[in-house]
């Protein structure tokens, strides 16, 4: 494939001129802003409809080399985009941001932790599960299918975007396709199913949400009144940003140094691959792990030098999160616009039944697992972690402002320290990367052995410490009766 500098700025103002016509349409269309569907989904959705397998199929192609509205290079753009800006956002990740102590994390969201960690490795267990008795047996599916849960549901549609060559290097061309149907679903059912257990919440006194408004916008802002202490730590932000250095190109250089330390890790670890086991056709598993979760980890040295020299007034976390922004919200229109329907069409029966299992599984540890694991506030934390599981961290975000709007129940803090030790792992981190290949070479019944084992520890550790334990004064800290 190969593309001018011209026709890949087309395909970005393309995809820059839909997620205009999605803004409108959100601000116009009620319907939309309740179900808190992104402005990236809702674009990305427009480019698929007046693409091949929609438009193109019931209008006179209009260019000789593609159907739809679109000419070929446009698609062969969007198509490569995914993989690559994928990149930023993890390696932005957590440049500009705090890292505390693991002692800090722990006290605050260990009970979290825990519930985020059942769910995400649990979401194989289902999978592989699925995949061995029915999918593999009846529908000659490649096992892999059995990782397409965790990587659409808690990866997003970023990390099924951005795995699309791991695919296809390891012969599961269609697991891209399904992967990102599944990071549909999973939106869509998150949002709606997480609003109606809020109200069942609300209606069996759970939790006393304030009235919601129609604009997530308003919903986000409506009655907060920060502490003191969060009062404090917001003016101490805004001081360290009125004297950044806040140019652009700064940032972004950031970003670009944490992709070049990330590169050069996994270029590292594939050498000691290719010169150790991997030698002589043995085992290959890094040679097939993406750059992003590297990246993160490149993003994650990068603050840590930051922090070290105390350079953090020149590095703007506001800055930082909207290139991050902007990269996702990109990939996610790309990866959306070239979504194959056929594909789904082909797997429907095998893609309804992954997003039923997914679904039961989020429920099930929503209702069943984190009453019993945390021990104070339980929805108002676990239907974040639920949201998380089933969409983007922003569908987690979003239900738990919806169930505590005035973050009486510090589930914000917790959730936020949660993922510092849940995404280099999970959720489009290290072994959501790895997963793939680990199938490949090992065979999905050994993955679920150790899936299953890993749930089950973190299940039974869940319900004997945290599960035992009592609120104690002072928000977000527990000990033992």
Do not use: C
């Amino acid at each position: 494939m190969t593309m001018t500098v011209g026709e890949l700025f087309i395909a970005l103002v393309i995809i820059a001129l839909a997620l205009v016509v999605s803004n409108a349409l959100r601000l116009k269309l009620a319907w939309l802003r309740k179900l808190f569907m992104p402005s990236s989904v809702i674009a990305g959705l427009i480019l698929l409809l007046l693409g091949p397998d929609v438009i193109g199929r019931l209008i006179p192609t209009l260019f000789e080399d593609s159907p739809g509205l679109f000419p070929a290079y446009v698609q062969e753009s969007w198509s490569a985009l995914p993989g690559l800006l994928i990149n930023v956002v993890f390696a932005a990740l957590f440049i500009g941001k705090a890292i505390p102590g693991l002692k800090t994390i722990w006290m605050r969201a260990g009970p979290q932790v825990v519930v985020g960690q059942t769910m995400a490795w649990g979401q194989y267990v289902v999978g592989l599960t699925l995949a061995l008795l029915v999918l593999a047996p009846l529908f000659n599916m490649n096992p892999m299918v059995g990782a397409l849960i965790e990587i659409g549901f808690e990866g997003g549609h970023g990390t099924a975007a951005g795995m699309a060559d791991t695919f296809a290097d390891l012969g599961f061309e269609e697991g891209a396709d399904l992967a990102l149907g599944l990071a549909t679903v999973g939106i869509v059912s998150g949002v709606l199913i997480g609003t109606l257990m809020i109200n069942i919440a609300a209606r069996r006194g759970l939790i006393t949400p304030s009235k919601e408004s129609d604009d997530p916008d308003d919903l986000m802002r409506e009655d907060e009144r920060p502490s003191t202490e969060e009062f404090s730590e917001f003016k101490k932000d805004l001081t360290h940003e009125a004297g950044t250095t806040d140019p652009l190109s700064l940032h972004i250089g950031l970003v670009g140094i944490a992709i070049l330390i990330g590169w050069l890790l996994l270029s590292g670890l594939q050498w000691v691959e290719q010169v150790t086991w991997a030698r002589n056709d043995g085992l290959e598993i890094l040679a097939h792990v993406p750059l992003f979760p590297i990246a993160m980890i490149g993003g994650v040295i990068v603050q840590l030098v930051i922090t070290r020299f105390g350079l953090e007034h020149h590095v703007s976390t506001r800055t930082m999160a909207r290139i991050a922004g902007t990269a996702l919200d990109f990939t996610i229109v790309a990866a959306l616009a070239t979504l194959s329907l056929t594909t789904l069409g082909d797997y429907f029966l095998p893609f309804l039944l992954l997003s039923v299992a997914g679904i039961a599984w989020g429920l099930f540890v929503l209702i069943v697992i984190a009453p019993r694991v945390i021990p104070e506030n339980w929805f108002e934390r676990g239907i974040g972690d639920f949201g998380q599981s089933m969409g983007v961290t922003v569908t987690g975000l979003l239900l738990m402002r919806m169930a505590d709007p005035k973050n009486e129940s510090g589930a914000f803090e917790s959730f936020g320290y949660k993922q510092l030790m849940f995404e280099p792992v999970v959720g489009g981190g290290l072994f959501t990367a790895a997963a793939l290949p680990l199938i490949a070479e090992f065979g999905a019944l050994a993955v679920l052995i150790f899936t299953g084992v890993l749930t089950l520890g973190w299940l039974a550790f869940g319900l004997l410490y945290f599960g035992r334990m009592v609120p104690e004064r002072g928000k977000g800290r527990w000990k033992q009766q």
